[in-house]
C-alpha cells in the first residue's frame, strides 16, 4: 500500500525526510532500490527471505525429480551438492545487490544465471527449473526494463533450446515444455511488479513535491496574513501614541482616549494574529470603514468614505475589507496626505488620496510596483476572480483599485 504523506504543515524538509525513511517499494517489497538507507534494507531483508524461502520450497520437486532420474547413487549425491550451491547463491544475492549500483547488480545476476547454466553439467535437463530463480532475481533490475527483459528472454531461450535437444517426444516425456511458460509467467510477474513499483515510487515523488508546495503555499499565506493583520493595526497604534504624545500636556483628556484606542487596537491585533494562526480569518468591510474613519481621524486626514458596506457584493466584501486596510495603511504610512476617498460600488472599491507618496505608473499591476502588501493583496485578488490596479488617483495623489473580473 502506498503511504498518505503527512500533513503539509511541517517544514519543507519534510518531503526529504519521508523519502529517506521511506520503506521499500510496496509492490515489489524484497527489490529495493540502490543505495538504500539501513532501515530500507533491513524491511527488505525480512521480506526477501520469507519470500525466498518460500520459492524454494517449490524446489523439493526438482530434489526427488533428480533422485528419480534413473542414474547412479552419486550422480545423485553431486546433482544434489550442486543444487544446494545454487540455492544458497540465491538466497544471498541480495546482500550483494542492496547496497550496490545497477553494475553490481546485472553483475550478480549474470554470475547467478551461469552457475544456474552449469547446472546442465551435473543435474542434466532438470536443471532448466532452477531457471526460474534466475528470473525471479529480474527485480532487482526490473527498474531497468530492457535489461531485465533481455535476461528474462535469454532463459526463456535456452530452456526452450534444452528442450529442443531432446526431440519432442523426450521434451513431452520429461515436462520440459512447460518450463518455458512458468518462466513467462514469473518473468511477467517480475516485469509487471517492476513498473508498479516505479509508477509508486514516482506518484510518492510526485506527493513530495505537491507537499513542499503546499508548505510553500502556506508560508506564503502566513506571511500575507501577519502583515495584513499586524501592518495596519500596528501604524495606527504608532500614529496614536505620536499624538497621545503630543497632547497629554495640552489636553490629558483626549490624550487618555487615544490610548485607550491603542490598547483596544493592540488586543484586537493579538485577536487577528491568533485566528491569522488558526487559519480562520475573514476581513469584515463594515468594521474596516469604521477602523478606516477613526485612524484617518487620528491621523487628521479629511475623509470621504461610505457609511459602511452594503454596496458591495457579498463575494467579495472580504476582499474589499483587505483592499481598504492596505489603502488607508498606505497612506498613513506614505502618503502624507489631507484628503481621502473612497469609492464603493457592488463589484469595485477605490481608494485615492492627495498625497505625495510614491506614485506607479498608471494601471501597473501591483507585482510589479509596490510592496509586500500590494503583492498580497493581488494574490488575494486573484483568488477570487478580481484585479487590483495602481495609478494616479484623481486627487493628484495615489490610487488603488480592486474590482471583480467579468461583471457590472
Given at each position: ?173 520429461s515436462g520440459l515444455l512447460f518450463a518455458p511458460v512458468v518462466t513467462v509467467s514469473v518473468g511477467a510477474s517480475m516485469l509487471f511488479f517492476g513498473r508498479q513499483r516505479e ?103 479629511e475623509a470621504d468614505l461610505p457609511a459602511d458596506g452594503t454596496a458591495a457584493g457579498q463575494d467579495v466584501r472580504s476582499l474589499f475589507a483587505w483592499v481598504l486596510r492596505e ?82
Amino acid at each position: 500500500m502506498t503511504e498518505s504523506p503527512a500533513r503539509p504543515v511541517a517544514v519543507s524538509d519534510g518531503a526529504e525526510a519521508r523519502r529517506a525513511s521511506r520503506p521499500s517499494p510496496r509492490s515489489f517489497p524484497w527489490a529495493v532500490p540502490p543505495g538504500a538507507t539501513e532501515e530500507v534494507i533491513r524491511v527488505g531483508r525480512r521480506r526477501w527471505y520469507g519470500g525466498a524461502v518460500f520459492a524454494l520450497l517449490w524446489q523439493v520437486l526438482e530434489l526427488v525429480a533428480v533422485w528419480n532420474d534413473g542414474r547412479s547413487l552419486g550422480a545423485h549425491v553431486w546433482s544434489t551438492l550442486a543444487l544446494a550451491v545454487l540455492y544458497a547463491a540465491y538466497l544471498f544475492a541480495p546482500e550483494l545487490m542492496w547496497r550496490s549500483g545497477m553494475r553490481t547488480r546485472v553483475l550478480v545476476l549474470a554470475g547467478i544465471a551461469t552457475l544456474a547454466g552449469l547446472l546442465l553439467l551435473v543435474v542434466g535437463p532438470l536443471a532448466v527449473w532452477t531457471w526460474l530463480l534466475v528470473a525471479a532475481l529480474t527485480g532487482f533490475v526490473a527498474e531497468r526494463f530492457w535489461i531485465a527483459g533481455v535476461g528474462i528472454l535469454t532463459v526463456i531461450a535456452a530452456q526452450v533450446a534444452v528442450a529442443g535437444s531432446l526431440g519432442w517426444d523426450g521434451a513431452v516425456s520429461s515436462g520440459l515444455l512447460f518450463a518455458p511458460v512458468v518462466t513467462v509467467s514469473v518473468g511477467a510477474s517480475m516485469l509487471f511488479f517492476g513498473r508498479q513499483r516505479e509508477a509508486e515510487d514516482r506518484l510518492d515523488v510526485a506527493q513530495d513535491e505537491l507537499t513542499r508546495l503546499a508548505v510553500v503555499e502556506e508560508r506564503t499565506r502566513f506571511s500575507r496574513d501577519l502583515h495584513d493583520v499586524l501592518g495596519h493595526s500596528l501604524t495606527v497604534v504608532a500614529m496614536k501614541s505620536e499624538l497621545a504624545g503630543r497632547l497629554v500636556d495640552v489636553d490629558p483628556t483626549r490624550a487618555r482616549a487615544e490610548m485607550q484606542d491603542v490598547e483596544r487596537l493592540a488586543r484586537e491585533a493579538l485577536h487577528g494574529l491568533r485566528r491569522a494562526v488558526s487559519g480562520y480569518r475573514e476581513a469584515d468591510l463594515d468594521a474596516e470603514l469604521v477602523s478606516a474613519r477613526a485612524a484617518l481621524a487620528a491621523a487628521e486626514v479629511e475623509a470621504d468614505l461610505p457609511a459602511d458596506g452594503t454596496a458591495a457584493g457579498q463575494d467579495v466584501r472580504s476582499l474589499f475589507a483587505w483592499v481598504l486596510r492596505e489603502g488607508v495603511t498606505n497612506v498613513l504610512r506614505h502618503a502624507a496626505a489631507t484628503r481621502v476617498r473612497v469609492t464603493l460600488t457592488r463589484t469595485a472599491l477605490t481608494v485615492e488620496d492627495d498625497g505625495t507618496g510614491p506614485v506607479p505608473d498608471a494601471g501597473t499591476p501591483p507585482a510589479e510596483g509596490g510592496g509586500n502588501g500590494l503583492r498580497g493583496l493581488r494574490e488575494r485578488a486573484d483568488a477570487v476572480g478580481a484585479t487590483v490596479t495602481t495609478g494616479t488617483s484623481g486627487l493628484g495623489g495615489f490610487l488603488l483599485r480592486v474590482e471583480r473580473r467579468g461583471r457590472r
